[in-house]
């Protein structure tokens, strides 16, 4: 079946440790986002990538890093530099071509910094 | 820059009742696209609607129903008949175009939606 899968469900991380999380998608879109989301605060977006080889920063994306070496993954690294990584991280994927900007969204990542 | 406003954090309802969340936005384009996005427990979000900007008629999908309406700048979603089921957070959303083509998307904080049986 086609979709998103991020890996692993939930992360426990120690101060000071950089940590990745994964996301892949079979669904052969072009685009490819990160997102966190904290409680009451909706989604933000971290990073962006339109194309392999190439990527954005979104809104948030302090103490964060990404690759797009292949056009199925999008791995995300928050680095001991993000001053509170606990949240949920969701990645979504959407067709380049495809200018309505619908995202199909996996399910999500959940970090929590001990 | 694009802004979506959903005024409700939380509503909490009885089974049956009718249920409307309301989002509100702004924006300086003249063609944009509204998404009303359902996240249940399980974290994943689900797609529930799209509607572009020149297209102001109103939605029905099945106890589903939403109401555009430019004048006010508003995308309202209702639940017909509420459900357990339906419990979640509700997520409305503006498309903003980024300078490669593609589009990114602008979250409200989302309404959390409490059905009780």
């Known amino acids: 079946d086609g979709g998103i899968t991020q890996s692993p469900k939930y992360l426990f991380r120690k101060e000071g440790q950089n940590v990745t999380l994964s996301c892949e998608q079979n669904?052969?879109?072009?685009?490819m986002y990160w997102y966190r989301q904290d409680p009451g605060q909706g989604l933000r977006l971290i990073y962006y990538s339109q194309i392999v080889n190439d990527f954005q920063k979104g809104d948030i994306a302090e103490g964060y890093s990404v690759s797009r070496e292949k056009k199925e993954s999008f791995p995300l690294t928050v680095t001991s530099a993000q001053k509170n990584p606990t949240a949920f991280y969701l990645c979504a994927s959407s067709p380049w071509t495809d200018p309505t900007g619908e995202q199909f969204f996996g399910p999500g990542t959940r970090l929590t910094v001990l | 820059a694009q802004k979506v406003t959903q005024a409700q954090t939380e509503i909490s309802v009885v089974e049956k009742e009718d249920v409307t969340l309301d989002c509100v936005y702004e924006?300086?384009?003249?063609?944009?696209?509204l998404f009303w996005y359902k996240q249940p427990p399980s974290g994943e979000l689900v797609f529930l609607i799209r509607?572009?900007?020149?297209?102001?008629q109103n939605e029905i999908s099945g106890r589903y129903s939403w109401n555009f309406q430019k004048s006010t700048s508003s995308f309202n979603f209702t639940i017909t008949a509420s459900q357990v089921v339906d419990s979640a957070v509700y997520f409305c959303?503006?498309?903003?175009?980024?300078?490669?083509?593609?589009?990114?998307?602008?979250f409200g904080k989302g309404t959390k939606l409490t059905v009780n049986p």
């Open positions: 509607r572009n900007s020149f297209d102001e």
């Open positions: 924006t300086r384009d003249t063609t944009y696209y």
């Open positions: 669904l052969n879109h072009d685009a």
């Open positions: 959303a503006l498309s903003e175009a980024t300078q490669g083509g593609s589009e990114k998307l602008v």
